[in-house]
């Protein structure tokens, strides 16, 4: 097993160690890094990079790579696992999504080394991290006042996609492309496999997200060979869907649920109603096929067009 250098600092064989990568100056002339933790482990294999809040107000990831990194021994550790707990350290540090200029990282991939703060730090993170890994687990929550049933997504058709997507046995695993920009589209690109996790919601901690998050990424080391089967490679159910959808709000007004997350619904089904302030001016919501709710809004309050509810389509269980 060779040494690991990023950002010209070498990491021994069979050693972990912090580096801290230098992003950007802020307009204090404080120098901002990016954190991250090598694991190099004794003997040669995969290279899995586990990165979180590259969206800064989502936590549950930074949770998850922490319980994971506690569990590693570098000495037992078959390949490297390079962890990059905060992607976003601006909007981390604000407590925001985006960046200070309003951009989204996660629509600026690849980026570039002379382009906005976003894409430098896109492209940093690609020539620094990606370009070395073998591997990639994203970490996300839902945004906005919306909660995400713990699910991976990736493509289905790439068989080592699939493979990491079976070993973390998520609740759902969710097929489909990624939008342009994204970090696990430019890596899709290059031709490296991909898992982004979504589960609970922003600026919290939600335990069962956290959980089943260490728990699938410790079962794909495990499928990787990294380290023991932490289960002893147990076959599981998960479910699969090859399409998704949002229900959105048709007009404005004060929302009541009607429908729970992880919940399977039917063609027509009432999921809510929106009403205004003295409950008249009703409005049901129905499903649009059968499925299973993967999102939900948080936010009684709704604007006409805001998405309400998230549904998984096509839905089929199997076991992995
Ligand atoms: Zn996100």
């Not at 972990?16 to 307009?27: F, H, T």
């Not at 006042?145 to 070993?167: F, G, I, K, S, Y």
């Not at 920009?181 to 031709?191: F, I, N, P, T």
């Not at 147990?234 to 004060?254: D, H, K, L, P």
Request: aromatic residues 4%.
């Amino acid at each position: 097993m060779s040494d690991v250098t990023i950002a010209d600092i070498i990491v021994g064989n069979g050693q972990r160690q912090r580096i801290d990568l230098p992003v950007a100056r802020l307009p204090t002339q404080t120098q901002m890094t990016l954190p991250i933790e090598v694991v190099n482990g004794r003997r040669e294999g995969p290279r899995l990079w586990l990165s979180a809040a590259l969206h800064g107000d989502e936590l549950n990831g930074v949770e998850i790579i922490q319980r994971v990194l506690d569990k590693l021994n570098p000495r037992t550790l078959r390949g490297e696992l390079v962890a990059i707990p905060i992607v976003n350290i601006f909007g981390f540090i604000n407590q925001q999504r985006y960046l200070p200029d309003g951009r989204d990282l996660n629509r600026c991939f690849p980026g570039s080394a002379s382009g906005s703060l976003a894409s430098r730090l896109a492209h940093l993170f690609m020539t620094q991290i990606v370009a070395h890994c073998s591997h990639g687990i994203d970490l996300h929550t839902g945004g906005a006042h919306r909660t995400n049933l713990p699910q991976v997504r990736c493509d289905l058709d790439d068989p080592e996609a699939r493979r990491m997507a079976e070993a973390f046995a998520a609740p759902i695993m969710i097929h489909g492309e990624s939008p342009a920009g994204s970090l696990r589209s430019a890596v899709a690109k290059r031709g490296k496999p991909i898992l982004v996790y979504e589960a609970g919601e922003s600026h919290r901690f939600n335990s069962d997200a956290i959980n089943v998050g260490v728990k699938g990424v410790l079962r794909v080391m495990g499928d990787l060979g990294m380290i023991k089967q932490p289960d002893g490679g147990r076959r599981r159910q998960s479910m699969e869907a090859s399409n998704r959808t949002w229900i959105r709000a048709r007009r404005s007004g004060i929302l009541r649920l009607q429908v729970k997350l992880g919940r399977s619904v039917t063609e027509g089904q009432p999921l809510g109603v929106i009403r205004d302030a003295f409950g008249d001016d009703k409005y049901t919501l129905t499903s649009p096929g059968s499925g299973l709710v993967i999102g939900l809004t948080n936010c009684p309050l709704v604007h006409e067009g805001d998405g309400i509810i998230h549904l998984a389509l096509d839905v089929t269980t199997h076991r992995v």
